[in-house]
């Protein structure tokens, strides 16, 4: 449908929708899913002038297979949902990013690089930003709305969550740049600098472990195509826990980790401990494994922890008036769509791992997809339409870049025969 020298008026509006739904984590929720749904939209027109091509193409890419694995689920417990207003709706918010992965076809390999960088000025933006709200007091937007935990340009706490998904992008783009020794290789390690200062200053101990996850993926991915020794993960690892315990000594920093929710002290390794460094999550994590005992083939339907977690009586529902997810994507997938559900989810997973460390590039889309959808995330919900954006279109577009250089390879090979 397209071609590498061509940037028609089809591949102009998908970058710009694709590089908005990343941009737009930081607008209000009304805005961000207009743009979710026009882009849907414009995935659907997409799909009738070019039907046989888009469905050609989400087979050989795999996505179909991947998409059907989550959404099936999703369909049968929805049908014996305990709230099927709620399950139908994740239905149709899910159904969204199968158009959006249609849409896909009118990228290129430029087009998709474009994207890259458009999301690398994002990452910037909002690292540096939060460094001088942490300096200042201040930011793009005015004065600091919490002194505690940096909110930087986000409407609400999802500095840390969402930067720290988005940091393979930066760790791949500044060992590149070290790595070709480019002019700019230093700005790039600045702004590295600036986004781990950023996700411990903002306080989110989920964006921590994201944090973690993405230098792992990074440096297994290294080892396994023999980017780098033994050694110096050794080193860089020396390195990164140095830094981390300089960070560590931030007094807000320290806080969140000793003393988590300001409470009173209590008894390291404790029940209450463990509650407090979940944010009392506890009780959540518990009511959804009694959901998914009670419901543990198809689950209980997607959406409906919400409703019933806050009928509870209050002495079982602890710190929490009502709770719309369990903060825990592994239970969350196993307590509402049942054990049917999690061993697809569990499949795709560990697909999109593979598909991540296999191939012969570092593909920083698979990398955020797979830790946006990994089971030990424990920000929002893994249903939710806020954070599907954040699992839905970077694997969109790491299943595009695989295909599309598969595809230049192969020709490259039929040539050269």
């Not at 749904?37 to 995935?43: D, E, F, R, S």
């Not at 903060?327 to 999690?342: A, Y």
């Not at 598909?355 to 946006?372: C, D, G, N």
Request: aromatic fraction near 16%; glycine fraction near 8%.
């Amino acid at each position: 449908m397209t071609s590498e020298k061509s940037c028609g008026l089809p591949q102009k509006v998908a970058i710009f929708f694709f590089s908005a739904m990343f941009w737009l984590y930081i607008a209000k929720m009304g805005i961000f899913n207009g743009v979710v749904i026009a882009t849907a939209v414009w995935g659907i027109y997409v799909l009738i002038r070019h039907r046989c091509e888009v469905i050609s193409y989400l087979k050989s890419s795999q996505f179909l297979w991947l998409f059907l694995l989550l959404f099936v689920p999703v369909v049968i417990s929805a049908i014996g949902s305990l709230t099927p207003k709620d399950s139908w709706r994740t239905v149709l918010n899910i159904s969204r990013f199968f158009f959006i992965g249609g849409l896909a076809i009118v990228l290129t390999q430029s087009s998709v690089e474009k994207i890259r960088w458009v999301v690398l000025g994002f990452i910037a933006l909002i690292s540096v930003d939060a460094v001088i709200e942490w300096l200042t007091g201040y930011h793009l937007t005015g004065a600091s709305r919490d002194r505690v935990r940096i909110m930087g340009l986000f409407q609400f706490y999802h500095l840390g969550y969402v930067l720290g998904t988005l940091t393979p992008i930066i760790f791949y783009q500044t060992y590149q740049s070290f790595a070709t020794k480019e002019r700019g290789r230093f700005a790039w390690l600045v702004i590295t600098a600036c986004a781990l200062i950023a996700i411990f200053v903002a306080g989110a101990r989920a964006g921590w472990v994201s944090l973690l996850v993405s230098g792992g993926l990074l440096l297994l991915w290294l080892l396994i195509h023999q980017k780098i020794s033994w050694k110096r993960v050794i080193v860089a690892l020396g390195l990164c826990i140095v830094v981390a315990g300089g960070i560590t000594q931030i007094p807000m920093v320290k806080n969140r980790l000793v003393n988590p929710n300001g409470a009173a002290t209590v008894e390291f390794g404790s029940y209450e401990w463990f509650d407090k460094l979940s944010s009392a999550r506890l009780v959540l994590w518990e009511f959804a494994w009694k959901h998914y005992q009670e419901y543990p083939v198809i689950g209980a339907g997607t959406g409906s922890f919400h409703q019933t977690f806050t009928e509870q009586p209050q002495e079982l529902k602890g710190a929490h008036d009502e709770a719309f997810f369990p903060h825990f994507h592994g239970l969350e997938v196993l307590s509402e769509t049942g054990t049917v559900g999690f061993i697809c989810y569990l499949i795709v997973v560990f697909s999109v791992l593979w598909l991540l460390l296999s191939a012969p590039y570092f593909s920083v889309w698979l990398a955020v997809a797979f830790i946006a959808m990994m089971p030990i995330n424990t920000h929002v919900a893994f249903y939710g339409s806020f954070w599907a954006v954040l699992i839905w279109v970077p694997l969109i577009l790491g299943l595009r870049e695989r295909f599309l250089r598969r595809k230049a390879d192969a020709a490259l090979e039929n040539r050269l025969n």
